[in-house]
């Protein structure tokens, strides 16, 4: 299995939809969790960290699910430029190490 | 604020050739470096990582290499390349102050082996 798991997509949804992807990790000592936005071909870059409470940014919300072990991001409004890939990151015990995983492609439509 | 720079951008080699790809990180102090690699359609993959000069861990075996000069800068080698080298090298850093493991990248260097 794993160690963080996202559903590939791509999600293909209309602008001002509303999509949420989801975002399993097996490591349940895991304790920091973060989303970044990689465009093609340019850099990972962080758009979120998530905390234990859930947090918003504006029409982004991220959860954390600690029982269940699974980590989600909400996107509202959807607009063109949200068209992306959207990695899920945990923390690898206090070690400072990342783990990625393989990302959610993102499409929005006019 | 923090800069990060990567050099070349992109960069095509032969089979058997050196590799020396190049990052810098401004505005900050004694950061943790680290060597991604992402391959085509593949999720990152982390090589190498530095808590201070001189320090190197490696994650994986591979014919790359890494070191630490200076403070904020971090050097990806190989003696001689081979094709599943190919990918997109990612440099990035993090903070060794308080309690944030956030990394932030660098622009990235795309490498083709023929």
């Known amino acids: 299995r794993k160690e963080v798991e996202q559903d590939p997509g791509p999600f293909n949804v209309p602008e001002g939809a509303t999509v949420a992807f989801n975002c399993t990790y097996s490591?349940?000592?895991?304790?920091?969790f973060f989303w970044y936005r990689q465009d093609c071909r340019k850099e990972p870059k962080l758009l979120m960290s998530?905390?234990?409470s859930g947090n918003e940014d504006g029409r982004f919300t991220a959860q954390l699910n600690r029982a269940s072990q699974y980590i989600s991001l909400l996107i509202r409004d959807s607009k063109l430029s949200d068209s992306a890939t959207y990695l899920c990151?945990?923390?690898?015990?206090?070690?400072?190490?990342?783990?990625f995983g393989q990302g959610t492609t993102l499409q929005v439509k006019p | 604020s923090q800069t990060i720079h990567q050099w070349p951008a992109t960069l095509v080699q032969p089979v058997g050739s050196p590799l020396s790809l190049e990052c810098t990180v401004e505005?900050?102090?004694?950061?943790?470096l680290y060597w991604y690699r992402q391959a085509a359609g593949r999720g990152l993959q982390l090589l190498f990582y530095?808590?201070?000069?001189?320090?190197i861990s490696s994650e994986v075996p591979q014919n790359l290499s890494a070191s630490r000069p200076q403070d904020r800068q971090f050097i990806l080698s190989s003696k001689k390349l081979l094709l599943s080298d190919s990918g997109f090298y990612l440099c990035?850093?993090?903070?060794?102050?308080?309690?944030?493991?956030?990394?932030?990248f660098g622009p990235g260097t795309r490498l083709t082996v023929t």
């Open positions: 990035a850093w993090s903070s060794q102050v308080g309690p944030s493991y956030e990394q932030y």
């Open positions: 490591n349940s000592a895991s304790q920091s």
């Open positions: 998530v905390y234990s």
């Open positions: 990151v945990v923390l690898s015990g206090n070690t400072g190490k990342l783990i």
């Open positions: 505005g900050t102090s004694n950061p943790n």
């Open positions: 530095s808590v201070g000069i001189g320090q």
